[in-house]
């Protein structure tokens, strides 16, 4: 039988010896997580890092073996700081299958830079939109899962005010509330707009209540986001809206510049 442990330790070992460029400080590291012992245990470890020894892979797989015996909570969570410290990318994770499934079996989530985009989109209306879409996949890509569904909210707000706009300008009322000088929320920005799927269907034939909701979703989710001090999202979250989103912007803005 396979010990997942084991395998676990290894595989941070060749990472950390493959990247490590002197940029791993061992002493804070070790002291910060309750390990300071393991530092008098293996005096050569902070040497060989220096030197580049050929007993530094050595060094560093039992002191992290021996941490990891020592304390598996407050050992796991070294190693996710030594991962984030060393900038992982997906590339470096998809070579060691272990650290993934070991990581997810014990609750913790790796937060790994991700070259994938979350809203694909290459053509947008003006800099505001291109701002909001690099917003968007930048908090992707560092892990900021709710950061990416306040500004996927604000976007598709911002999206339907402007069709609102540009289609119905002497009908101000449908989004702009003049005695308090303000556009209307979310909520009733996508009342109006549902209410006149129809006069977009030349530009969007399958414009429905579907296509309402999904929005909706978005809206809910984005506020709940802006409005709580405490809230989990996770990437598999996130992937499971990112068809709908990137789906919802592309017909939004075709609806806009078709206008």
């Known amino acids: 039988m396979i010990d997942a442990g084991a395998m676990f330790i290894k595989q941070v070992a060749k990472i950390v010896e493959k990247r490590d460029n002197n940029s791993i400080d061992w002493i804070f590291l070790l002291k910060t997580f309750g390990f300071d012992d393991l530092l008098e245990e293996y005096p050569r470890l902070i040497r060989s890092q220096s030197w580049g020894d050929p007993d530094y892979p050595w060094n560093i797989i039992n002191v992290i073996k021996d941490a990891y015996r020592d304390d598996k909570d407050a050992a796991t969570l070294m190693i996710k700081d030594l ?3 060393l900038k992982l990318e997906e590339e470096d ?7 993934n499934e070991f990581l997810e079996n014990n609750d913790f989530e790796m937060v790994i830079p991700s070259k994938t985009k979350y809203l ?13 879409r690099d917003l968007i996949n ?3 890509s560092l892990g900021l899962y709710v950061a990416v569904l306040i500004f996927s909210r604000k976007m598709l707000e911002n999206l339907i005010v402007d069709i609102l706009r540009k289609k119905y300008r002497s009908d101000i009322d449908l989004f702009y509330i003049p005695k308090e000088g303000r556009f209307h929320g979310f909520k009733t920005l ?17 414009l429905d209540k579907t296509f309402i909701k999904k929005i909706d979703a978005f809206r809910l989710s984005g506020n709940s986001s802006a409005h709580t001090l405490v809230l989990t999202v996770t990437k598999k979250d996130l992937d499971d809206k990112k068809d709908d989103l990137n789906s919802v912007v592309k017909t939004l803005i075709r609806i806009k510049n078709n206008l």
């Open 138 to 140: 930048k908090s992707y």
């Open 190 to 206: 996508l009342e109006n707009f549902h209410k006149k799927l129809n006069d977009f269907k030349l530009i969007a034939p399958s």
């Open 83 to 85: 991962f984030d410290d």
């Open 120 to 132: 694909d989109i290459e053509e947008v209306p003006d800099d505001f939109y291109r701002d909001l």
């Open 93 to 99: 994770f998809s070579k060691y299958p272990w650290l």
